[in-house]
C-alpha cells in the first residue's frame, strides 16, 4: 500500500456520492432504487475513495471493502449507533445506519462483485491493449 493522489478515482467519488444523494433524496419514492441500488454502488464509493489517496491491490480491497460493509450491517443489529450515543437523524447515526438487513449484506456483495468484473475488464483492457508506436 502506498499513498498516491488519483484525480481520476477522486472525479469518480464525487459523481457516485452525488448519486448516491439522488438517490436518497429524489428517487427515495422508487423503491428498487433506494431499497437496493444504493446498497450496491455505495461499495464502488468506498472502492473510488480509497483509490483516490492509496495504491493498494484492487483484489484486497474489494475484499476488505465487503468485510467492513458487513460488518457495518452485522453492527447494526446491535443498535451500535444508539450504544454511541448518535441522536437519530444525525449524520453519523444516519451514516452507520440503524436496521439489519440480510438483503443489505447481499446487496454489499453484489456490488462487491460487479465491481470485482469491472476492475478485471478494465485491467484485462490494459494489459491487452498494444501502444500504438
Do not use: H
Request: charged share 15%.
Amino acid at each position: 500500500m502506498k499513498f498516491q493522489f488519483s484525480l481520476k478515482y477522486l472525479l469518480l467519488t464525487v459523481i457516485i456520492f452525488l448519486a448516491e444523494v439522488l438517490i436518497a433524496t429524489k428517487f427515495s419514492d422508487i423503491f428498487f432504487v433506494r431499497a437496493y441500488l444504493g446498497d450496491v454502488i455505495v461499495v464502488m464509493l468506498l472502492y473510488t475513495f480509497v483509490k483516490s489517496f492509496v495504491k493498494v491491490n484492487d483484489q484486497k480491497l474489494i475484499l476488505g471493502i465487503l468485510i467492513f460493509s458487513l460488518m457495518v450491517e452485522f453492527a447494526q443489529y446491535f443498535n451500535i449507533a444508539e450504544k454511541l450515543g448518535f441522536r437519530p437523524g444525525s449524520l453519523m447515526y444516519i451514516v452507520i445506519g440503524n436496521s439489519f438487513s440480510w438483503i443489505d449484506n447481499l446487496c454489499y456483495a453484489v456490488g462487491c462483485l460487479i465491481l470485482y468484473l469491472i476492475v478485471k475488464v478494465t485491467n484485462n483492457d490494459r494489459l491487452t491493449s498494444t501502444p500504438n508506436p
